[in-house]
Each structure stands twice: as C-alpha cells, then as structure tokens.
C-alpha cells in the first residue's frame, strides 16, 4: 500500500515507474523495520526471505542503528552535509534527524521512495533536505543532479553514506566503481558509511536460496569480508575498521542477537 503523508501530493505520474507486481528492495526493508509502506509482492518476497533466514529483521533494525551511529560520529566530527544514497523509504532515524544542523540529499531510484521522502520534506525537513531519484550504478547522474550540486559544496566535508546498498550491485554491474565514482569528487576529510551482507559464516544452501528469492527481481550479491574491505580502498578507515555492524561503536541500543549472525559488515572511511 502507499500512504501520502501531511497535505502534499504527487503528480499524477509518479505511478509510471512502479512495479507493484515485482519486489523492490527498499519497500522489503521497510517491511522488515515494521513499516507500513509495501505491495502485496514485497510482502510475499520478504515473507519467503524470512522463512529461510529469520534473522532478516534483527539485521534490518541492526542496519538502522547503525546508521544512527555512523552518523552522530560524523557530525561530532564536524560534517554537515550528507549524501545518503539508497536511502530507502523514511522511517524512524532519519538522517536529517539524527543531524539537525545538516544539509541532506537522499538518492533512490525507486519512486514509491521518491514520493515518500519529498512528502516527509514537505513535512518539515524541507529547507534543509532534498530529494532526487537516481541510481548509484549511474554516479555521473546523481552528482549533476540540480539539486545535489545546487545544494550541497562540493568544497567542504560531505558524509557519504551507502547504507546497505552494494550488495544490491552485482559485480558485472561494476560495483568495484561505485564508491571511487563518488569518492573521488568529495572534499578532503569528507566520510564514506558503508554497510554490505556477507555470506560468510552462513550456511551455503541459505545463502543460494535467500539469493533466489531476491535474484527473482532485482540484482543481488553477497560478499566475503575481502571484497566489502576493498569498498574502502585509498580511504583511512576510521577505528575498529570493517567488522559486524552490531559492534561498530556500539551505545546499548541493539536487538540482542549475537553479531555473527547479523551477516552484515560495516565501516567508516575518511578520506584524505
């Protein structure tokens, strides 16, 4: 279902890029974070996701918090601006709630997200955040984007965030040049947040079918710690480096499940 929030309303064409038919990742997610703004098929999708691995929702929620901590530690170090790509549907923990004195862009490519966060703008994040779809396998069209480079300079510290992103970018898609493709036009001691699923540790027969399901709809590809370090290339990756989202800087807040078997890997880079 699609709800519009407060007293904004989208332009009639805004139903032209959804599938509601075919699963889409960020409504899953929001399925999963006990949202309420999905389709029949996400719900079939997520539901079949959890009867192989039911560990997906403490891993979502484990997701969220992290992204409340990489971002309070990023604005404790002074950044103020946030390009937070995948953003997702909105839901508790914003980002420009969890930095109130930033500027944010959220990027998504799906337009029941679009539709979403620019009704929440409207709501009241609106002189301080702005919404653009686009995708992160085309970073050219996001970083040219009106309403990324007319809002956000480019000439001081900007706060990347990939929030469990990249897994959703196969390797024939070139996601080895996704981080780089944004990195490289950010300003000296700006950050990258990543979070990545690894299949590491999981059973195979698990890992093959929970892949299944996504591959059904949408591209999808774990990765070993290796690969999700190399994420971080040419970056100083700020202490304790890639390890279990769970144990990132963790503040209590956390679901209680063992972190080994969250299956997500997180970290924060800087860049020089």
Known sequence: ??????????????QSGVEPDRPN?????????????????????????????PVVVAASRENR?????????????????????????PSAGNVHEIAPDARV???DNDPVVIVHARALMAG????????????????????????VVGFLDFDEPIGLLMIGLLHFVR??????QVVPAFTRNLASNSY????????????YRMVVDVRAVYETAMSYQMRSRAHIERFFA???????????????????VATGVPSQKIGILGGVGRIP
């Not at 899953?28 to 079949?48: E, I, T």
């Not at 990258?192 to 059973?203: L, M, N, P, R």
């Not at 304790?240 to 209590?252: A, F, K, R, Y």
């Open 1 to 14: 279902m699609v709800c519009v929030m407060n007293d904004w309303r989208p332009s009639l064409d805004w």
């Open 25 to 53: 990742s960020a409504r899953m997610y929001n399925y999963y974070l006990g949202g309420k703004d999905y389709f029949p098929a996400d719900v079939a999708a997520a539901r079949k996701v959890q009867e192989k691995s």
């Open 65 to 89: 918090y992290f992204l409340g901590r990489a971002v309070r530690f990023l604005a404790g170090r002074g950044i103020r601006q946030f390009l937070d790509i995948g953003a997702g549907l």
């Open 105 to 107: 862009v959220y990027v």
């Open 124 to 147: 009241g994040g609106g002189g301080r955040v702005r919404v653009v779809q686009g995708d992160a396998r085309e970073p050219d069209g996001v970083l040219e984007h009106p309403d």
């Open 171 to 176: 390797d024939e898609e070139g996601v080895d």
């Open 192 to 203: 990258a947040v990543i979070s990545h699923g690894t299949d590491e540790g999981f059973d």
């Open 234 to 252: 040419g970056l100083d990756l700020v202490d304790p480096g890639v390890l279990s989202i769970t144990d990132w800087h963790p503040d209590g």
